[in-house]
């Protein structure tokens, strides 16, 4: 999804947005989480930054979605080298596979929460992206998913059991069905915990501002 208009549950927040982001308030807006929660077992393992993070941002993301690829590979590593390393911002992940145009996102998020069940979520999440190419047309990806898991040091016994069993499939469905409640259809979408939706692939130079404007008035106020 190309665009990005930005939508904020709370009014009255003033911010100077580069690209066009079309800024609006939204009555009864939720100010909740889409899809996740402490009962959540592995958002640990999601999270890139310090839990005393001010700011928390819920990404919503497809693996086989090229907007998703670009944000991933291109966006995230500046956002984490900027924000996240120096405490301002928590990062989490969140899965929202568009089964009905990518026939093997749900695949790949399966993999990657079973790749999360032994502490090695993100090795694999930027390996699926970077290799996105190659595993999203094929008719199986299976077995070109499972390689990856040599690129990411991890035994391939250690994958087998849950991706034959299926054990991390409720955990992707039930988080794509929160997003769906929460009115989130496209990806990539961002949650600003407290704030509102970020839709699309928006720039790096539009979190710049979004996120100092945010960053600042943490810092002021008493």
């Given amino acids: 999804m190309p665009r990005w208009p930005l939508v904020?549950?709370?009014?009255?927040?003033a911010l100077l947005l580069a690209g066009g982001i079309a800024l609006g308030s939204v009555r009864g807006a939720s100010t909740r989480p889409p899809a996740a929660g402490p009962q959540d077992p592995m958002l640990a393992q999601?999270?890139?930054g310090v839990a005393t993070a001010p700011l928390t941002i819920y990404?919503?993301?497809d693996f086989q979605c090229p907007y998703c690829r670009r944000q991933a590979l291109e966006v995230l590593p500046i956002i984490e080298k900027e924000f996240i390393n120096?405490?301002?911002v928590r990062w989490i992940f969140l899965n929202l596979p568009i089964?009905?145009?990518h026939a093997n996102a749900a695949a790949a998020a399966?993999?990657?929460?079973?790749a999360a069940k032994i502490g090695k979520f993100w090795p694999v999440h930027d390996l699926l992206f970077s290799y996105q190419e190659k595993w999203a047309p094929l008719k199986d990806p299976g077995p070109f998913l499972i390689t990856l898991a040599d690129s990411a040091g991890i035994p391939r016994d250690d994958l087998t059991g849950c991706l034959q069993g299926h054990e991390t499939r409720d955990l992707v469905q039930s988080e794509a069905e929160g997003a769906a409640k929460s009115g989130v259809s496209s990806t990539p979408t961002v949650y600003i915990e407290g704030v509102g939706m970020l839709r699309g692939a928006a720039p790096v130079e539009a979190y710049r501002q979004i996120l100092d404007s945010l960053w600042k008035q943490k810092a002021t106020r008493p």
Avoid: H, N, P, V
Avoid at 110 to 114: D, K, L, Q, W
């Fill in 99 to 101: 089964t009905q145009i």
């Fill in 46 to 48: 999601r999270t890139k």
């Fill in 8 to 13: 904020w549950a709370g009014a009255g927040l």
């Fill in 86 to 88: 120096t405490g301002k």
């Fill in 110 to 114: 399966e993999f990657a929460m079973c």
């Fill in 59 to 61: 990404e919503m993301s």
